[in-house]
Structures are given as structure tokens and as C-alpha cells.
């Protein structure tokens, strides 16, 4: 292994002294970091001109700009235009949060009906290359590393499957020395024995990947990025394949070359300018769905969340009000795409907003590392992982669904059949 992408999962007062200059000197030297808009070797690069058109309109976006005016134009309109959606981002639509959760909720009923779709994450590896300096498992982070066997797999989707649940999303941390395409392809494969909706959340791989992927019984791929700020993009994600920005952008669009039924999108709202990513989000999934009219496009919503070793991390300026206000600005600007609000949020957050606009929400989630038994039936902590950041909802998949039923809504495990 090239010195380069030498990794050490251990605490960082313990690297070896060569490792530990080298985690300061990328901290500290921006010459010393690699170019974050090259690709690396292997890299597959696609013909597509939707990175120019979001940046563009990211950087031409000054949301003080906007009057209370444009606003009420904007929620007058039957549809909403990209100059409308901007007016619904700024700071001038504040004050108009209860029109706009008004509206959100009409367009939501129009192309969702009164459903709610319940899903559960299952970290199978917490192992990553990448040092993003926000996330639990950064390769420089003292943390449980722990990839699940097989048979682990299997055992922790039969505990899951025994609740009820029919769609997982499976995840890993970025790495694909520990966790390669095949070992993914594998646990999708034990998924399929028993889910009905497959999703993964891992590192961005090429068409021919994506593909194999989908072969084995994946059917939706969600990449978040963070944000779409390239400069600061490259101030927070200091090393490993992730640096590079434009592959991780293209992401979605391979996956869909690749025979993907799914896309799903977001920023990592907290990390940088909330609006200005929303919107970059938002004409993300605008652009794609006019290229890829068949996809199923999707947006999240994550905050920043505290993490092992540091429970100073937090969301900035993105309160419960701000982020109300960009779902209700997606809703309107996107009635068709399904939005995910995750266990992040809090539980009162998350029955709200599954009410105006959200249209699909996780249970029985555990960001840790072969830990759904210890949670779910209460058996002793095994040889578990760490987790990737602490969640706030903490409910069981019963739990949710009951207080979606009991919130007038409709809870959904899937809606899909293959013929
Ligand atoms: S955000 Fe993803 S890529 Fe970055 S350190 Fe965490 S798991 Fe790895």
C-alpha cells in the first residue's frame, strides 16, 4: 500500500509518528492536499453538464436579494420556478413558514396520499480511508472498527426482518480495502433472502459497479455531498478518494447508468451556507430528473450530529425552523420527489413533518456495527462498532409505526414488485 493511502485505525496520540505529522501537516497545509477537483486513477469520468449548471446558480444565489414580494408570488404560483424555489429559501420566506407548510402539505397528499414509507439503515463496516474531520469514522478517529461476516449479515437482517420491516438500506464507511464492491454485492445478495427494497449508502463507484450492484438486488443509491461548496468541501474532507468533488457529483448519475431504479440526494445541511446547498441540492435532483425522467429521485435532510470523541458538533445555524423552511421549499419546488427525514432528528420533528412533507422515515436505527440484536432484543453488548454519529429518535420500528398510524397517516414497507 502506497504511503498515500496508508491508514491507521487507531487513536491518534498513538500513530505512528510519520502518520501523525502527516494528519497535522494536511490539517494545517492546504499545498500539502491533493487537488479535491482532479480525479484519481480509476475514476471514471462521465459527459455530463449538471456540476456547471448547480454551481453556477449556487454562486449566482444572493437569497438577501429576495422580498417578501417574491415570496407571496412564489406561493401564489401553481408551479414553482427555480427563481420562485430560491425566494422560498431566503431569509424574506421566514416569516411565511405556515403558507408554505400549508402548500407543502396539499402537493404532498397530491402525489403521495396520506402515506409514509418506514425503513431501517444497517451499517455492515465501519471501516473508512476518507478523513472528514465532521465524521465518527474518519480514518484518523479512535473508535471499534469492525466489518460483519457474512454470517453476521445474515443474522443481523433476520433480527431485523423479524419486526416487520421490508426495506433496508445497507451502509459501510468509505473503504474499499475493507469493504469491496463483491463483499457489498454479497450482503445485498442475503438482503434480497429478506427485504423487498434495497438500498445502499457507500462509497461513489464507477457504471460497470453500479451495475453489478444493481444485479445483485440493489435498487436505490444514495450519496450525500456533503456540499456543494468546493471550496469548502476541500476544507473538510482532507484525504482519501472522497476528496475528489466532481466524482462523488456523478455519483447518482452513474448509479443510474447503471441500471439504478433510485437516486437519493443531500447536503449535510450545517456544514456550510444551509441555503446555498439546499438549493444546490434541490437543482441537483431538478437536473437529473429532466435527463433520467424514469428515476425515482429522492432528497435527505441531515444535520450535523455529535460523534464519538467529539460531542462539540453541531448544526450551526440550521434550527428546526430553517430546516422546516428548505423541506417545505423542496416540497414545492420538487411535489414529485420522495424526502427522508432520518433519526437525527427528533422524534416530535419527525411526526410533524412526516404530516407536511416528509415521505419517508428510518426505525430501529443503530448507527453501530452488528449491534441490532443487543438492541432490538435486549441481549448483552457482543463485539460491536462503534457509531458513525449519536441519533436523537431513537424509536423501534413498531414504536413508528404506531405513532405514524396514530398521526393519520398511512405507514408503507414497500410498494414495489419486480415482475
Ligand atoms: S463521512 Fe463517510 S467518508 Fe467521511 S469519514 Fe465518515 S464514513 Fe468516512
Not at 68 to 85: H, M, N, P
Amino acid at each position: 500500500m502506497q504511503e498515500e493511502n496508508q491508514v491507521y485505525f487507531v487513536d491518534s496520540d498513538q500513530l505512528p509518528l510519520a502518520a501523525l505529522e502527516r494528519k497535522h501537516r494536511l490539517e494545517q497545509d492546504p499545498s500539502f492536499r491533493t487537488n479535491h477537483m482532479e480525479y484519481m486513477d480509476g475514476m471514471q469520468v462521465i459527459e455530463s453538464d449538471i456540476k456547471e449548471k448547480v454551481l453556477k446558480a449556487m454562486d449566482e444565489f444572493s437569497y438577501d436579494s429576495y422580498t417578501a414580494a417574491d415570496v407571496e408570488r412564489a406561493l401564489s404560483k401553481e408551479s414553482c420556478s427555480i427563481e420562485d424555489f430560491k425566494a422560498l429559501l431566503s431569509p424574506a420566506a421566514a416569516p411565511y413558514l405556515e403558507q408554505m407548510a400549508r402548500k407543502a402539505e396539499e402537493l404532498t397528499k397530491n402525489h403521495f396520499g396520506n402515506t409514509v414509507y418506514i425503513f431501517t439503515p444497517l451499517y455492515i463496516a465501519n471501516y473508512c480511508q476518507n478523513y472528514c474531520i465532521y465524521c465518527g469514522f474518519n480514518c484518523y478517529n479512535n473508535i471499534r472498527r469492525k466489518k460483519l461476516t457474512f454470517e453476521e449479515i445474515e443474522h443481523e437482517m433476520e433480527v431485523i426482518a423479524k419486526t416487520g420491516m421490508e426495506e433496508i438500506l445497507i451502509l459501510t464507511g468509505e473503504s474499499r480495502a475493507y469493504s469491496d464492491v463483491t463483499y457489498i454485492g454479497e450482503a445485498v445478495k442475503i438482503a434480497k433472502k429478506y427485504f423487498k427494497n434495497i438500498g445502499i449508502e457507500i462509497y461513489p463507484v464507477n457504471v460497470d459497479e453500479y451495475q453489478y450492484l444493481h444485479e445483485c438486488g440493489v435498487d436505490y443509491v444514495t450519496v450525500f455531498q456533503e456540499t456543494y461548496n468546493t471550496e469548502k468541501y476541500e476544507t473538510l474532507h482532507l484525504l482519501g478518494h472522497k476528496r475528489v468533488w466532481p466524482y462523488r457529483f456523478d455519483a447518482q448519475e452513474r448509479a443510474l447508468m447503471g441500471g439504478m431504479r433510485g437516486a437519493g440526494f443531500s447536503a449535510l445541511l450545517g456544514l456550510d451556507d444551509f441555503r446555498k446547498d439546499a438549493l444546490a441540492t434541490a437543482l441537483h435532483v431538478y437536473y437529473i430528473n429532466r435527463k433520467y425522467p424514469h428515476a425515482e429521485l429522492s432528497l435527505s435532510c441531515p444535520r450535523l450530529r455529535p460523534i464519538v470523541n467529539n460531542d462539540k458538533i453541531n448544526p450551526r445555524d440550521v434550527g428546526e425552523k430553517e430546516l422546516c423552511q428548505v423541506l417545505c421549499a423542496y416540497r414545492i419546488f420538487l411535489p414529485f420527489a420522495g424526502i427522508t427525514v432520518s433519526s437525527r432528528e427528533s422524534a416530535a420533528f419527525r411526526n410533524g413533518i412526516a404530516k407536511i412533507c416528509a415521505t419517508k422515515v428510518s426505525a430501529g436505527v443503530s448507527t453501530g456495527i452488528g449491534d441490532h440484536e443487543e438492541k432490538y432484543e435486549g441481549k448483552e453488548e457482543a463485539d460491536v462498532g462503534d457509531e458513525q454519529f449519536e441519533i436523537n429518535d431513537n424509536r423501534s420500528f413498531a414504536a413508528m409505526y404506531q405513532d405514524m398510524e396514530q398521526g393519520g397517516l398511512q405507514p408503507v414497507l414497500n410498494d414495489y414488485i419486480y415482475v
